[in-house]
């Protein structure tokens, strides 16, 4: 994948929909979530066409902030999860990203918590809303257990406030650009659920 990856949120549509295309233009996921489902279910398509499944993202809980949400393969094989700190997201948003087998991979943390909170309470706002979406851009850093900043995702200005950009700024394994990059993706679905 060339990096920086974009992920756009499509802006007008019953379910949330999303996806992640490289530097070069090539697609690298398509998320959709599944609408009435009880607990939070996310399906990742390599593609547009969703011939092809990268993951589900489920749920193991009913709506629930302490929820933890679980990587599978098409082979239902675990591949990872991710799950928001509670009282320690209130003011700076935090989620621990774990690979297959439960160890911890990585952490995620907003840079600037200032700037999340004036696009929340300023977006809303008609008119005002629209201005807020080039003005205030949350950025998330993810940090490896060894401490090393190894992704960035930065809100990017725009219309509607549903376009980010993915920055690689350490190697990792193949196998651990996936579970980074499914953590980001879950990450931005339920930050945009909060607001």
């Known amino acids: 994948m060339n ?5 756009n949120f499509k802006v007008f549509s019953l379910a949330r929909q999303a996806s992640l295309v490289d530097n070069d233009g090539n697609s690298v996921a398509f998320a959709r979530q599944k609408l009435l489902k009880l607990k939070e279910q996310l399906e ?24 933890i949400y679980t990587f599978f393969t098409e082979d239902n094989e675990t591949i990872g999860s991710i799950k928001r700190e509670g009282m320690r997201s209130f003011w700076k948003a935090t989620y621990q990203l774990k690979d297959g087998i439960g160890a911890q991979l990585a952490t995620i943390h907003e840079e600037n918590p200032f700037a999340k909170v004036l696009d929340s309470f300023l977006g809303d706002i008609p008119v005002l809303g629209l201005f807020c979406n080039y003005l205030f851009n949350p950025s998330y850093l993810v940090t490896n257990a060894a401490g090393q900043d190894v992704f960035r995702i930065t809100k990017s200005p725009s219309l509607w406030g549903g376009l980010f950009t993915i920055d ?24 945009k659920q909060r607001g």
């Open 168 to 191: 690689k700024l350490a190697e990792v394994s193949p196998e651990e650009e996936i579970i980074h990059l499914m953590g980001l993706l879950m990450m931005i679905f339920m930050e």
């Open 44 to 67: 990742v398509f390599r593609d547009k066409t969703q011939s092809k499944r990268v993951c589900n993202i489920k749920a193991d809980r009913v709506i629930d902030f302490r929820a």
């Open 3 to 7: 990096y920086p990856i974009v992920l």
